[in-house]
């Protein structure tokens, strides 16, 4: 699976491991992406989003439905 938010659209970042030598080499920085299950009271069905946990702070500001109206706009199926 991908480490990729469905609201934010945050995805992994790349930098450098630097060595106590301060030898580099390549890394990975992934978002902290949790799976979370909605009820979606307008279809009357749950949804299973992958959010990242900002995301899931933000899902619990606007409210669910704003935020499948977002992931939708940015294209998303849900």
């Known amino acids: 699976m991908s ?5 934010t659209g945050s995805q992994p970042g790349f930098g ?6 301060h030898r580099r080499t390549s890394r990975r920085f992934d978002p902290n992406i949790q799976s979370k299950r909605y009820w979606l009271p307008s279809e009357g069905r749950y ?3 992958r959010l990242s946990a900002r995301a899931v702070k933000t899902v619990d500001t606007i409210g669910i439905e704003a935020a499948v109206a977002r ?5 998303v199926r849900v």
């Open 3 to 7: 480490a990729h938010c469905m609201l």
């Open 16 to 21: 450098n491991r630097i060595s106590h030598s």
């Open 47 to 49: 949804v299973r989003l």
């Open 71 to 75: 992931i939708r706009a940015r294209g």
